[in-house]
């Protein structure tokens, strides 16, 4: 498969190993489209109102879990891991240690942690990463440790 | 507290009891709404492109899976499981075992599994919920089982 983006290489499941790292880009959450989410797939107080949610335990506005969990994916496919057959999540533990606030920016550490290869298809694999979701202050705001499917390069 | 709905009941943690279930409304997915989800947060082809979607694991264009997060969530929040002070997930395991589709029409039906009151704050406990979300064919586009904070009614 050629290099579509003429950049990164595109990784397949020989070129990978445990303790392998990446870290992706930034991006600076911003208020109005944080609310927008919230508003669209998360419309509760505290992810709308930073006067409503100064009582909750959040206390004061903070980002839908679910948002820091799509930029993180954003973060994930522009940054340098690329899978030759994309990046294709099977499911994973994700956890929230601390809200995401407007005007944060946000970045992902990523490190596989384990590598099966399929005994039934041996031309694929179950790779597992732990993505550390981190804001300016190197705080956590999320860890997704997810299992990936990752295809051998065709002989 | 005052149910500000008027209509669906708050629960607090003294109203809750393991196998306790919640079904929610319907969404249908748009999809344009699909489409420019992962266009903002997780562009990869065979999430934005019918024709460059099958030649993929996917064989046609899928949700992205964060897609399908958000709009469980948004099923979740506007449903009948209303907890007096939000839902609050601390986080939870997630799997898609089947991609979500233009087109689909998704419920969620969710479970109390579990329920721990806090032992170093008697105000509060950890509730675990299953929540399965189905297609119009009752097929599962996605689990997630997650920890919820709620609090115990006020003396």
């Given at each position: 498969m050629?290099d579509q983006a003429g950049a990164a290489p595109r990784f397949y499941?020989?070129d990978l ?5 990446f870290?992706s ?51 994930l496919v522009q940054g340098g891991f690329k899978v030759a057959n994309g990046l ?22 990523s ?37 990936i499917?990752v ?5």
């Amino acid at each position: 498969m050629a290099d579509q983006a003429g950049a990164a290489p595109r990784f397949y499941l020989d070129d990978l190993q445990v303790g392998q790292r990446f870290t992706s880009g930034e991006y600076r959450i911003d208020e109005e489209r944080m609310k927008a989410f919230a508003a669209e797939f998360d419309p509760q107080p505290f992810h709308l109102d930073d006067e409503a949610a100064r009582s909750t335990v959040f206390q004061g506005l903070a980002a839908s879990g679910w948002f820091t969990a799509a930029v993180a994916m954003r973060l994930l496919v522009q940054g340098g891991f690329k899978v030759a057959n994309g990046l294709v999540g099977l499911g994973g533990e994700i956890t929230w240690p601390r809200p995401t606030r407007a005007g944060d920016v946000l970045r992902v550490e990523s490190e596989i942690v384990e590598i099966v290869p399929s005994r039934s298809k041996p031309t694929q694999g179950i790779v597992t990463m732990r993505n550390t979701t981190l804001n300016q202050n190197d705080e956590v705001a999320q860890i997704f440790t997810c299992k990936i499917l990752v295809f051998r390069r065709p002989a």
